[in-house]
């Protein structure tokens, strides 16, 4: 049997935490009490508030890049791939443990541009504007970069937008999705 250690405890305990109450209103104590460990324990690991934030970051932004490739390489083209990305989402939106962006929320509770938390989170949504471009590019869309950057945006502010009204989950995805293929569809370069 796999025992987690005292830092996987911490690092759990503080995503879970960090995810549905922000890094500003959780402090250091509750995050102690909850993960049921010594004050010594959680800076023997992690020795300030800002490095545990950090190692939060990387580790959701390592459990969202598993999840959502193994989502998309499922997908047998294309298109399929992007769409899979959206169902992604809209599986997350449902579920309970959505309560809004951790990358989001982190760059605005820590707006120092220079800071590894904004760098971090930054990082996450480039890979994930990446991983778009590639499919987008496989089409055949005109400036694939440009297309996808403006689907993250869609995506953000879906999430923005569930995060803050109780609107229909899949009413909101489905007409991202069709907006989605809209502009894609205006987007492919025909050959002449």
């Not at 499922?74 to 809209?90: G, N, Q, R, T, V």
């Not at 579920?95 to 809004?100: E, R």
């Not at 760059?107 to 541009?113: G, M, R, V, W």
């Not at 993250?152 to 569930?162: E, R």
Request: hydrophobic share 45%; glycine share 2%; charged share 25%.
């Amino acid at each position: 049997m796999n025992k987690k250690t005292k830092q996987e405890d911490i690092l759990e305990t503080a995503l879970l935490l960090f995810s549905e109450h922000g890094y500003h209103a959780v402090g250091i104590d509750r995050i102690i009490a909850e993960a049921k460990i010594a004050k010594m324990t959680l800076y023997k690991y992690f020795p300030s508030k800002e490095l545990l934030i950090e190692s939060v970051l990387l580790k959701r932004d390592s459990l969202l890049r598993a999840s959502i490739l193994e989502a998309v390489n499922k997908a047998s083209d294309p298109i399929h791939k992007l769409k899979a990305i959206f169902d992604w989402y809209e599986v997350w939106f449902k579920s309970i443990q959505f309560h809004g962006c951790m990358f989001i929320r982190a760059s605005e509770e820590f707006p120092d541009a220079k800071s590894n938390i904004r760098t971090i989170s930054q990082n996450h949504k480039m890979w994930l504007t990446e991983l778009m471009q590639e499919s987008l590019e496989e089409i055949g869309v005109e400036s694939p970069l440009e297309v996808a950057s403006h689907l993250l945006v869609i995506l953000d502010g879906l999430t923005v937008k569930l995060t803050m009204f109780d609107s229909p989950v899949v009413n909101q995805t489905e007409i991202a999705w069709k907006y989605t293929k809209q502009v894609i569809e205006s987007s492919v370069s025909l050959p002449s």
